[in-house]
């Protein structure tokens, strides 16, 4: 089962910034927080990851409480084109690597 | 050019039939995975394989094995397929385990 807890759904309008909220309050000290999200009909895509640090990229940020028990993912510009599903997912990230998906956050950016 | 690729991409079959999906990354990953989604949009891992160590979900019926015939390939063979198989399979791949994984197109398999 996924070790995460994301609001179903989310709205957000367009050039605005979006923060798509991620409880993980069981998360160990081994275990990072991965952002994917997915595009309709589409593969999963790999947003950011992070283990204690704040972290940022091209596309997003991703903040992490001191405690590790909540994260926040930040599309500091959303447009049209990210509305999606959006996970957050635990994970120890060892050799299996294998990520537990939950029913992520439908975010819808309306113009 | 596509770093994860999967044909086909659609599957229309009857039940009992057995199956291939093919799964191609040209990113030089040494972890490949199989993951399915279903109607209510659930994705599942199946199996990951690292540098030719398979890596079984226990959840996953026995109908169901992957192939890899090198490091670049791992296609996902399917015996007896049943009604309850119709979803979407996506390969991903990642140079290691921590690292991101990047997703294929999917394969939509159709079982009548």
């Known amino acids: 089962d996924a070790k995460t807890t994301q609001p179903t759904s989310m709205d957000c309008a367009e050039g605005r910034a979006a923060n798509l909220p991620c409880n993980h309050s069981t998360i160990s000290g081994n275990e990072y927080v991965y952002w994917y999200r997915q595009i309709h009909s589409q593969g999963p895509q790999y947003i950011i990851h992070?283990?204690?640090n704040n972290e940022t990229n091209e596309m997003a940020s991703l903040i992490i409480t001191e405690d590790r028990k909540s994260s926040t993912l930040i599309l500091p510009h959303a447009t049209l084109r990210d509305t999606a599903v959006y996970y957050c997912i635990v994970d120890y990230g060892g050799s299996q690597g294998n990520l537990i998906f939950g029913k992520g956050t439908k975010l819808s950016v309306k113009p | 050019d596509t770093a994860v690729s999967q044909t086909p991409k659609y599957l229309v079959t009857q039940m009992g039939n057995d199956k291939s999906i093919k799964c191609e990354q040209n990113l030089g990953h040494d972890t490949m995975y199989w993951y399915k989604q279903d109607s209510k949009k659930f994705l599942k891992i199946m199996f990951s394989?690292?540098?030719?160590?398979?890596?079984i979900n226990e959840t996953v019926p026995n109908r169901f094995s992957p192939k890899s015939p090198d490091k670049a390939h791992l296609n996902l063979h399917i015996n007896s397929l049943e009604l309850g198989d119709s979803a979407v399979y996506f390969c991903?791949?990642?140079?290691?385990?921590?690292?991101?994984?990047?997703f294929g197109p999917g394969t939509r398999l159709t079982v009548t």
């Open positions: 992070g283990l204690k």
């Open positions: 394989y690292n540098n030719k160590e398979l890596i």
């Open positions: 991903a791949s990642t140079p290691r385990g921590f690292d991101e994984q990047y």
